[in-house]
C-alpha cells in the first residue's frame, strides 16, 4: 500500500499494558506527525519528528513515548494509560517540516480504546 | 497562540444551493491556511491551500486577513461533497486544526 500506512487499526488495552503504534511512510518524505484525534476536541499535534530528530513535543504526557528509527517509520509507544487518552491516534508525514506550505498526508489512524 | 474556529459543527444545505464554511484564526504572524476534507470511510486528506489559490472539486477559499477568515465556498453543492472539512493553521511550522464542520448535503 502507497501512501501513509498506520498499524493496528484498533487497539484495546488495560492502563497497565504496554502497546506500540506504527506509522510507515512510503513517499520518500522527511517529516512525520503524531496526531491524536478525541471526540468533541480538535486534532491535536502530539510530536513532530524531521529527519528522524524530534522537533516539536506538544506538552504531552510521558507515558506516550515517540520513537523514529528513520524517515520512514514512526512509533509511538505506549505504557500506563488513562482513559482520558482513548481516541483515535492519526500519523501523517510531509516532504519537510519547515515548509509550511506543504501538504501533509494522513494515515487511516489507530483507534485506541483504553479499559 | 494561534487558534483555529469554525463555528459551525453540522452544515446541511439541499443539493445545487450554495455552501459557505466558515474558518476564523488567530495569529500573530503571517497565516498559510489549508481546508482538509475526510470523506466517509476515507483518510483525511488535503483539498486546498490558501497559497495555490486554486478552485478544488469546485470549492475555493479566500484568504481576508482584515477579518482573519478562510471561508470556504462552493456554488452549487453536490451530495458527494458530504465529508468532513477541518480548516488548518500552519504556524511556525505546526498545524493547528479547527473543530471540523460537517456537511451534508441533501438530494
Known amino acids: 500500500e502507497t501512501g501513509v500506512t498506520q498499524t493496528p487499526r484498533h487497539l484495546v488495552m488495560g492502563m497497565t499494558n504496554k502497546k506500540s503504534l506504527k506509522c510507515e511512510q512510503h513517499?520518500?518524505?522527511?517529516?512525520m506527525y503524531w496526531y491524536k484525534q478525541s471526540a468533541k476536541k480538535p486534532l491535536e499535534l502530539m510530536f513532530v519528528?524531521?529527519?528522524?530528530?524530534?522537533?516539536e513535543n506538544n506538552s504531552v504526557p510521558s507515558r506516550f513515548s515517540p520513537e523514529c528509527p528513520n524517515s520512514s517509520h514512526l512509533f509511538l509507544h505506549l505504557h500506563t494509560l488513562q482513559p482520558e487518552d482513548s481516541a483515535l491516534y492519526l500519523c501523517a508525514s510531509s516532504q519537510d517540516w519547515d515548509n509550511g506550505n506543504q501538504p501533509q498526508h494522513f494515515g487511516d489512524g489507530t483507534r485506541l480504546s483504553i479499559l | 497562540a494561534q487558534r483555529v474556529t469554525q463555528p459551525e459543527k453540522l452544515l446541511s444545505v439541499f443539493k445545487g444551493a450554495p455552501v459557505e464554511l466558515k474558518c476564523n484564526y488567530s495569529y500573530s504572524g503571517s497565516p498559510e491556511l489549508f481546508w482538509y476534507v475526510q470523506y466517509s470511510r476515507q483518510r483525511l486528506q488535503l483539498l486546498l491551500r490558501?497559497?495555490s489559490r486554486e478552485s478544488i472539486k469546485g470549492f475555493t477559499a479566500d484568504l481576508n486577513k482584515g477579518e482573519t477568515s478562510f471561508h470556504l465556498k462552493k456554488p452549487f453543492a453536490q451530495e458527494e461533497d458530504s465529508a468532513m472539512y477541518y480548516c488548518a493553521l500552519n504556524a511556525g511550522n505546526m498545524l493547528t486544526f479547527g473543530g471540523g464542520t460537517r456537511l451534508m448535503v441533501k438530494p
Open positions: 490558501h497559497i
Open positions: 519528528y524531521n529527519f528522524k530528530e524530534q522537533t
Open positions: 513517499l520518500g518524505h522527511n517529516a
